[in-house]
């Protein structure tokens, strides 16, 4: 069985065991600027450390020890989790230390319920890559969960980037620390990148980085539309925040002025009555008085002179002996001192609530009597600056109070109402408690989690904050976190004014509000896309993996059509070079014909095995045109002398018929065009029976200035084809019936070929057929216009090339390894003048190129010893060989041949086998253009 693979993601792992044993130490020794990192973050948990320890020791180790590791971390993150689920507490996160430090942790010395599935899913992903097959559904499993813990934690480090708490901590739970999210993104993408190489088998890692680039990019996808539906749903929770906001404020206003009206209730009372005895203050008060009324007591303090004192003291007497009382320095009751003016409690309810009750004159505290002062001359019912009074029960909501101060008139009946100081004939004052008042105001609403924080502006200009009515960290919805959009608001508050005393209310919400009215979209969005995220992940992964056969299996085709075009070629070329040498001797009319056959057969022959040869780049879309100036009645001319003999042969009569319009010379690719002919009227002779025919006719569908359209149909007497079969012989390989393969022969490929070649001609090839009637293949194409100045170019330059390449006399190096090459090559140089050394391999040209000095060196790529490539190179190095044109000679004609050979061996140009003396006289006029020098003619 194979093990896993040490690679140069090992780093990684060793990186990590070294954090995790920092960390571990800063436990011991309590240094939590390695546990914390920063005061505000969570720290990493011990439990944490020590399960980075066993999945990095995992990674580095092997065999049976490596499992033994995982399944250790696996129990112990599993732990954690089921606490979480289960909510229990096994004593497994006290097991190693007792942590100090608890910021942002729900369960002291736990790990985060997201770290603890992170630690699940590597230590599954490594348990499956102990002993893997490669390609295998383990490998499978293993890279699914390594791409969960990437997922896990580049989400948490993205959330602590753009401030989205619930990314790296759920819910109210103890939240991932940044230091973990880092070590666990560096554990994931370690085992992420093994199980790749497993999976792929050692082949191109882009292919790894293309599956992680679509990872991170799906990842940083879902955080930001996740994220833009958090910010919509935070715009529609802070506009009903403000709603819901403003019908508390304004509810708690409203109880305000309701216990105010009755403190005022009881002064009317008191102003219509000439004498108010204690009964009836008792009556009339007690029904406003409640255990849950916001209004806690009221006193009723009458205008008492010094000459009164003694008889106010007797008549308290029976409730309190020590007469007047005031406030000392200490704020502590002790008789009073004496004045002038006294307003000393008389009456008061409930009697059990204060302290202070019968005889404290509140007239002689300074702050209340600034109040009461003010009151007397305005007649309005005003307000103490909140305090904390010593006599109140303190409970966990208390806030602090204010003595509501309503002053008294004497009865002026049938006179002109004053409401003046020394009219007063007492004062009310009313005890009311802020956080009474607010939850008496809310209690009927039915509006909860709305977090109410009260400000109060004090007689010394300063504002002081005097209550909140809910205690909430804020921190469990952690997405909306302090609504942004509501945040300058809630900080300047609301203002409010109660008798006389100005207030202001700052909310917020509270985490139990954003929960209620918060959607369950936005975690379905980030569920969705990050189960997108995976699928796109293993569907690369899968189609990489199940493509690594088909890749290898491509290459070899591809090497052996390149050693077979390379062998076909060959032969081919020294056909192709004799006939052009024979043709250049004194031969009869008879001869010249006969070899002129010979010649377009071969030119057939090679055409239609390059088709062949390279039909990959038909099925990858590679295959381009070659245009250059032809004759087209020559061209169909030639074909048709082709096809005169079998027609012959077969007892068929064959026509090729070119309407009068159609123009003379074309520019277009004529061995395309050629191929598309041939492979038509072969199949039209092929398939016609005895005495029938076969009819080739061109004729001209448009000219314009630029563009020639041609329309092209060859039309036969013979099977027919039935119509549920047309489509399919347009199929690489395939034929109307496996009859017709048996009876007829052929592979089925010409037609495929047909089609593309017409398609890259600009047309479509076309079929109407009847069966016994025969059939009509046409097709129209694209070609250029030529001037008639262009016509004769071509023939034209192959002659002055030619005079003018004789008229000087170069010395050419060619390296050519088959003889037969050699004497071609040869024997066409020699013609135009030139003087040839020939070296049969590569080794040979760099020797002699370093010893002489050459005008030009034509290389053969496919050679012994050293290859055309690598003498290439050596030439380069040779101060000799810097400039001399150098020249690649190969029977390969795949694609990128040129490239490689023109621009990664410093060649110059390149020339494919079997080549032409006009192939051979236009590239010489290409290099004498580009390299004057060189090439300059006397």
């Given amino acids: 069985m194979k093990t896993l693979r040490r690679d140069k993601t090992d780093f990684l792992s060793y990186i990590v065991c070294i954090v995790a044993c920092v960390v571990m130490v800063g436990w011991v020794f309590q240094a939590s600027v390695v546990v914390q990192i920063h005061p505000s973050f969570a720290p990493m948990q011990f439990n944490t450390a020590l399960c980075f320890q066993l999945v990095a020791a995992s990674l580095v180790s092997r065999g049976v020890f490596s499992l033994y ?53 590597v230590s599954l992903s490594r348990l499956f890559l102990v002993r893997p097959q490669p390609g295998s559904a383990r490998v499978l499993l293993s890279l699914t969960l390594s791409s969960t813990g990437v997922v896990i934690c580049v989400s948490a480090l993205i959330g602590y980037f753009m401030s989205i ?12 620390a940044v230091h973990t999210a880092i070590c666990g993104l560096a554990l994931s993408f370690s085992l992420y990148m093994k199980g790749c190489r497993e999976l792929y088998h050692a082949v191109q890692l882009r292919k790894t980085f293309l599956s992680l680039s679509v990872l991170l990019a799906s990842i940083f996808t879902t955080l930001y539309v996740w994220n833009l539906i ?40 008191f102003a219509a009555s000439e004498n108010v005895s204690r009964e009836e203050f008792e009556v009339f008060v007690q029904p406003y008085l409640s255990r849950t009324s916001p209004l806690m007591a009221v006193d009723w303090s009458p205008r008492i002179l010094e000459s009164q004192r003694e008889q106010f003291e007797a008549e308290i007497s029976p409730f309190s002996s020590a007469g007047l009382k005031q406030l000392d320095e ?18 008061t309810l409930p009697e059990d609530f204060t302290e202070l009750a019968y005889g404290f004159d509140h007239y002689s505290d300074q702050l209340r009597k600034t109040v009461m002062d003010r009151a007397a001359e305005t007649g309005e019912v005003l307000m103490t600056e909140p305090f904390q009074l010593f006599r109140s029960p303190v409970t966990e909501h208390s806030s602090m109070d204010f003595l509501a101060v309503v002053p008294v008139y004497k009865n002026t009946a049938g006179q002109d109402e004053k409401r003046e100081r020394e009219h007063v004939s007492g004062f009310l004052i009313g005890v009311l408690r802020l956080s009474q008042v607010v939850k008496h105001a809310l209690s009927e609403l039915g509006l909860k989690g709305i977090i109410l924080k009260f400000d109060a502006k004090f007689d010394s200009g300063e504002w002081r904050p005097i209550y909140q009515n809910y205690n909430d960290s804020n ?70 993996s199940k493509n690594e056969a088909l890749a290898k299996a491509t290459d070899a085709r591809t090497k052996f059509l390149a050693n077979m075009s390379h062998e076909i070629r ?65 061209h169909l001319k030639n074909i048709e002398k082709m096809f005169q003999v079998r027609a012959k042969e077969a007892d068929l009569d064959l026509f090729v018929i070119i309407d009068p319009d159609v123009p003379e010379h074309i520019n277009g690719d004529p061995d395309k065009l050629r191929q598309v002919l041939l492979n038509l009227l072969s199949n039209a002779v092929k398939f016609t029976p005895a005495g029938g ?14 563009t020639t359209r041609l329309k092209f149909s060859v039309k036969d007497t013979g099977i027919g084809i ?98 037969i090459n050699q004497s071609i090559a040869v024997r066409m140089i020699e013609k135009e003048g030139h003087d040839v050394t020939v070296v049969s391999n590569g080794q040979q040209a760099v020797d002699v190129a370093q010893e002489k000095s050459f005008d030009l060196i034509l290389m053969d790529i496919q050679m012994p010893v050293v290859d055309g490539l690598e003498a290439t190179r050596k030439i380069r190095e040779d101060v000799k060989g810097k400039t001399v044109p150098i020249i690649a000679l190969s029977a390969h004609n795949l694609q990128g041949d040129k490239d490689r050979f023109c621009r990664e061996n410093l060649m110059d140009d390149y020339l494919m086998k079997p080549y032409k003396r006009e192939d051979l006289l236009r590239l010489l006029k290409r290099l004498e253009q580009r390299a004057p020098v060189a090439f300059e003619l006397p």
């Avoid at 708490?165 to 991932?176: C, H, K, Q, S, V």
Wanted: aromatic share 8%; charged share 25%; glycine share 6%.
């Fill in 69 to 121: 590791l995982s399944a250790v971390c696996l129990i112990l993150a599993g732990g954690s989790g089921m606490q979480y689920v289960f909510d229990t507490d096994s004593g497994l996160d006290l097991l190693f230390v007792t942590p100090e430090i608890v910021t942002q942790t729900s369960h002291a010395g736990r790990m985060a319920p997201n770290t603890s599935l992170m630690f699940v899913a």
């Fill in 165 to 176: 708490e619930i990314a790296y901590g759920w819910f109210d739970l103890t939240r991932m």
């Fill in 475 to 544: 921190t469990s919805f952690d997405a909306i976190a302090l609504l942004k959009d509501i945040e300058k608001e809630a900080k300047a508050g609301v203002p409010l004014n109660i008798a006389g005393r100005e207030l202001r209310v700052r909310y917020s919400p509270s985490s139990n509000y954003l929960i209620a009215n918060r959607s369950a979209l936005p975690d379905s969005v980030f569920l969705i896309s990050f189960m997108m995220s995976l699928s796109i992940v293993l569907w690369i992964l899968y189609l990489t």
């Fill in 722 to 819: 039935e119509k549920e079969k047309q489509e399919k012989i347009f199929d690489a390989f395939s034929q109307a019936d496996q009859s017709t393969s048996r009876v007829y022969g052929g592979t089925g490929l010409g037609l495929a070929i047909s089609c593309n070649l017409v398609e890259l001609m600009n047309g479509e090839l076309h079929l109407d057929s009847a069966v016994g009637k025969g059939s009509t293949f046409y097709f129209s194409a694209d070609f250029e216009t030529l001037t008639e100045s262009q016509e004769h170019d071509d023939v034209d330059d192959i002659e002055s090339i030619s005079s003018r390449f004789r008229s000087k006399n170069l010395s050419i190096l060619l390296a050519e390894d088959n003889l």
């Fill in 570 to 634: 060959t032969p081919i070329n020294g056909v192709l070079g004799m006939i052009t040498l024979l043709q250049d001797t004194d031969m009869d009319e008879e001869q010249q014909e006969m070899a002129e056959v010979v010649n377009y057969s071969a030119e057939s022959l090679l055409a239609l095995v390059n088709d062949i040869l390279d039909y990959s780049k038909i099925e990858a879309g590679h295959l381009v045109l070659d245009p250059i100036p032809f004759e087209l009645r020559d």
């Fill in 330 to 347: 200490n704020r502590k009751l002790t008789s009073h001192q004496g004045a002038e003016i006294y307003f000393p409690v008389a009456f």
């Fill in 693 to 706: 025919s076969v009819t080739l006719h061109i004729s001209l569908e448009s000219l314009a200035q630029d």
């Fill in 230 to 269: 958090l910010e919509y749903e935070s715009d529609v929770i802070s506009k009903k925040l403000k709603v819901d906001a403003a019908i508390q404020i304004r509810a708690i206003e409203s109880e305000f002025d309701e216990v105010l009206s009755k403190l005022e209730s009881i002064e009317r009372f």
